[in-house]
């Protein structure tokens, strides 16, 4: 529970939400089997990992306007071309 629990911590971007969604999950199956409390589980998502990363809790739109920037931002995005090794490398 405690590697669960430091995971979205040390974790940046999707990897953290992931690790959040795990942790989660830990925490209502505690509350199934009555190993945890409901205050115990709010306490460690509110008042320890809220006030670390906040930015975890945002959930990001998903709709089609999102999805149809997305595929725009693709197609006229210039590639990144990867550097040329110089004389002196090869």
């Not at 089997?33 to 990992?49: F, N, R, T, W, Y």
């Not at 999102?66 to 990144?80: D, K, S």
Request: charged share 30%; hydrophobic share 35%; aromatic share 8%.
């Amino acid at each position: 529970m405690y590697e669960t629990k430091i995971a979205p911590e040390h974790s940046v971007g999707s990897m953290s939400r992931e690790k959040l969604g795990e942790l989660r999950c830990l925490l209502r199956l505690g509350m199934f089997h009555g190993s945890i409390s409901k205050q115990e589980a709010q306490q460690v998502l509110d008042k320890q990992l809220r006030m670390i990363k906040p930015e975890i809790f945002i959930e990001e739109p998903y709709d089609g306007f999102t999805r149809f920037g997305n595929w725009l931002r693709a197609i006229f995005t210039p590639e990144r071309k990867p550097p040329k090794p110089s004389r002196a490398e090869r």
